[in-house]
């Protein structure tokens, strides 16, 4: 089983940028579909981005559509979620998770393993 840690937030103002990170060990990130999720304080977790277990078939929320932009680096056995435009609604704490061999799922319960989340903050 692969773990994930996940990294990168911080606090940017509005129209900044960020870039989270989704660092795998114990097996390759190769052959796992990965996930973005965010949950916002008081609301519910809710699907951001993803990247299917090939590395590709990028999707994204309507939400965050031509903003984010996933990105797999093999080399390092990482996950990025590059954020751009960020907007005052983009703060939450955002998680990557990981399934093997998925493709485009979009439901968080149907994913195997979390890493432990990094908040982003977007002042306006």
């Known amino acids: 089983q692969v773990q994930l840690v996940t990294s990168g937030g911080g606090v940017v103002h509005a129209g900044g940028s960020l870039r989270l990170s989704c660092a795998a060990s114990?097996?390759?990130?190769?052959?796992?579909?990965v996930g973005w999720f965010r949950q916002a304080q008081g609301k519910n977790r809710e699907f951001v981005a993803l990247?299917?277990?090939?590395?590709?078939?990028?999707y994204y929320a309507e939400s965050v559509k031509g903003r984010f932009t996933v990105s797999r680096d093999l080399g390092v056995n990482t996950d990025y979620l590059q954020m751009d435009n960020l907007k005052p609604e983009d703060t939450a704490v955002y998680y990557c998770?990981?399934?093997?061999?998925?493709?485009?799922?979009?439901?968080?319960?149907?994913?195997?393993?979390w890493g432990q989340g990094t908040q982003v903050t977007v002042s306006s």
């Open positions: 114990g097996r390759t990130i190769n052959g796992y579909g």
């Open positions: 998770a990981g399934r093997h061999l998925g493709i485009q799922i979009v439901n968080d319960w149907e994913y195997e393993v």
């Open positions: 990247i299917s277990w090939s590395g590709d078939r990028p």
